[in-house]
């Protein structure tokens, strides 16, 4: 009885360590910035590998995964508690997505079970099979990178530069490797090999800002000839839908666009579902909305907005595809309003614009947080888009901003990225700043500025180094505009010249060294001994 007592008790404390190592983890990113939160990986790393089962590594990287997706995605629930009738769906949304997501580090502690070996190998494997299981997240299905390891080092700071050359999956897999191997002391192996890879990965940590500071000690920012126009107009979500809100919200957006004084703006950028209203009805003839737009616009401005829209497709259920869209309307004088431009999103948030296993979920009364009947529609792969008064663009909307690699380089390379998004449905809490946080990431990588426009914050200028422009900034909460030039564009980075190559080859030579020596050592002592 003692015994079974005893074995009972430290299973409980090694949950509870499991859950402080996911949780640690997750401070490091906005709001806090904890950076000794990275101790939470070898944390895990030293938990995995005392398991006695691979099963009990699984369990470790599970509830790890949950604490760290539990609390860096509470916002999650603000989204649900926008309609009061979905309200009831806002805790099972707090605990099921970390539940889901967690399973990804449950694989990855899995397979660093079954195939550790010494000291040197254990931390590759461990780094190596988090980075593939990170990068899994963000792909499958329509992909989840929320928060990716690589993402913990603030967009703008110097340890951030360094994903200009690796991306941000590659940075997260340098930055784990050198986390875990501060657990090589507590592993086997010999003392002195044990103490060398925790020193090694320590300076890999300590190192790591050096590059950036180099790039960084050249970052000027050197502006065009367009200037830019962001509006903000603080709608929250929940009275977004009011009928009685309408006009007013309207009319606050075109207030906005033509607030006298300073520069008259080539393009003005309102955010994603700027109006609660379809593009179809705005643009129809003789809309009101279409004429107080067509007022605000002064001849020669192009207006980037994001609304819904619909496309008659006789196979659709109802008749009807639905896109969420950004439109880029160019005021051309007496001849009116011309659509320069429209982009379909293409990356669909799960639950918000469609239902996965939808008709599973619909029987169970649960739908997604648009107000339209049916899911959207993905559209094409992203891509530049011309603009009659401004350089070449590249649109994201909202979510697309946690992908990497969707904008193109060479001669395809546009000279920056605009970035629409509704952040009002995270509240005002940490999913703005994550957000905020994750696109800046965008900008190191490309080398390309990005303007970003929300109903209620964070609205910004992004220079190409990631970093937020002074006085270029509208938090949530706050109404009004931001006004600038537009910022020109490093020259192309090396991620976006060959995007995620060198992560993967890092990932190939950790699991490569780890994995061999892994199944080597295990075959040896399964060998029997003979006797001559």
């Known amino acids: 009885m003692p015994e079974r007592r005893c074995a009972l008790a430290l299973?409980?404390?090694?949950?509870?360590?499991?859950?402080?190592?996911?949780?640690?983890?997750?401070?490091?990113?906005?709001?806090?910035?904890?950076?000794?939160?990275?101790l939470g990986y070898p944390l895990l790393l030293i938990l995995s590998d005392r398991s006695s089962r691979v099963r009990g590594a699984a369990w470790m990287g599970w509830l790890a995964g949950f604490a760290y997706f539990f609390v860096s995605c509470w916002w999650v629930a603000e989204a649900f508690m926008v309609d009061p009738d979905q309200a009831w769906m806002a805790p099972f949304a707090a605990s099921l997505l970390p539940m889901g997501l967690g399973l990804f580090w449950a694989g990855a502690c899995a397979l660093y079970r079954r195939f550790k070996s010494d000291t040197l190998s254990r931390v590759l494997l461990f780094a190596g099979l988090f980075a593939l299981f990170e990068w899994l997240r963000g792909h499958?299905?329509?992909?989840?990178?929320?928060?990716?390891?690589?993402?913990?080092?603030?967009?703008?700071?110097?340890?951030?530069?360094?994903?200009?050359?690796?991306?941000?999956?590659?940075?997260?897999?340098i930055t784990v490797a050198g986390a875990a191997a501060l657990a090589a002391p507590l592993l086997d192996g010999r003392r002195k090999t044990r103490v060398g890879v925790a020193l090694?990965?320590?300076?890999?940590?300590?190192?790591?800002?050096?590059?950036?500071?180099?790039?960084?000690?050249?970052?000027?920012?050197?502006?065009?000839?367009?200037?830019?126009?962001?509006?903000?107009?603080?709608?929250?979500?929940?009275?977004?839908?009011?009928?009685?809100?309408?006009?007013?919200?309207?009319?606050?957006?075109?207030n906005l666009t033509g607030r006298p004084g300073g520069r008259e703006p080539d393009v003005i950028i309102w955010p994603e579902g700027a109006?609660?209203?379809?593009?179809?009805?705005?643009?129809?003839?003789?809309?009101?909305?279409?004429?107080?737009?067509?007022?605000?616009?002064?001849?020669?401005?192009?207006?980037?907005?994001?609304?819904?829209?619909?496309?008659?497709?006789?196979?659709?259920?109802?008749g009807a595809r639905y896109f969420n869209s950004l439109f880029a309307l160019h005021d051309q004088g007496d001849a009116g309003l011309r659509v320069a431009a429209v982009y379909d999103k293409y990356r669909l948030v799960p639950f918000g614009e469609y239902l996965p296993l939808g008709g599973m979920m619909t029987a169970l009364g649960?739908?997604?947080?648009?107000?339209?009947?049916?899911?959207?529609?993905?559209?094409?792969?992203?891509?530049p888009i011309a603009l009659p008064n401004a350089p070449p663009v590249q649109p994201l909307i909202c979510y697309e901003s946690l992908f990497p690699g969707f904008t193109p380089g060479g001669a395809a390379r546009p000279r920056w990225i605009v970035n629409i998004s509704n952040d009002a449905w995270f509240g005002g809490g940490s999913g703005p700043l994550q957000h905020l946080n994750l696109a800046s990431y965008r900008a190191i990588e490309t080398g390309?500025?990005?303007?970003?426009?929300?109903?209620?914050?964070?609205?910004?200028?992004?220079?190409?180094?990631?970093?937020?422009?002074?006085?270029?900034?509208?938090?949530?909460?706050e109404s009004g505009v931001i006004g600038g030039w537009l910022p020109q564009p490093t020259g192309e980075t090396v991620y976006g010249r060959i995007g995620d190559l060198i992560f993967w080859l890092g990932l190939v030579v950790m699991l490569g060294l780890g994995l061999p020596v892994g199944m080597l050592l295990r075959r040896n002592r399964a060998a029997p001994v003979t006797e001559e």
Request: aromatic share 8%; proline share 9%; hydrophobic share 45%.
């Open 275 to 318: 109006l609660p209203t379809t593009a179809n009805a705005a643009f129809a003839d003789g809309a009101w909305e279409g004429q107080a737009i067509a007022r605000a616009l002064k001849p020669g401005q192009t207006l980037i907005l994001g609304l819904g829209r619909a496309q008659a497709d006789p196979k659709a259920t109802d």
């Open 448 to 477: 390309l500025p990005i303007i970003r426009s929300t109903p209620t914050g964070v609205s910004a200028f992004i220079d190409p180094w990631g970093r937020v422009i002074a006085d270029h900034r509208l938090d949530p909460g």
């Open 366 to 383: 649960i739908r997604s947080l648009v107000h339209m009947e049916g899911d959207f529609s993905p559209g094409p792969r992203p891509a």
């Open 200 to 254: 090694t990965g320590l300076a890999v940590l300590v190192c790591l800002p050096i590059y950036g500071w180099g790039r960084l000690s050249n970052a000027q920012v050197r502006d065009t000839d367009t200037w830019v126009r962001v509006v903000q107009p603080d709608v929250e979500q929940a009275s977004k839908w009011s009928p009685e809100a309408y006009r007013s919200i309207v009319e606050r957006y075109v």
């Open 140 to 173: 499958v299905l329509t992909g989840f990178p929320w928060n990716p390891a690589g993402a913990g080092w603030r967009a703008g700071g110097a340890a951030s530069q360094f994903a200009s050359v690796v991306g941000v999956y590659g940075l997260g897999l």
């Open 11 to 38: 299973r409980l404390v090694r949950a509870v360590l499991a859950l402080i190592a996911g949780a640690a983890a997750a401070l490091v990113h906005p709001p806090f910035g904890f950076l000794p939160g990275l």
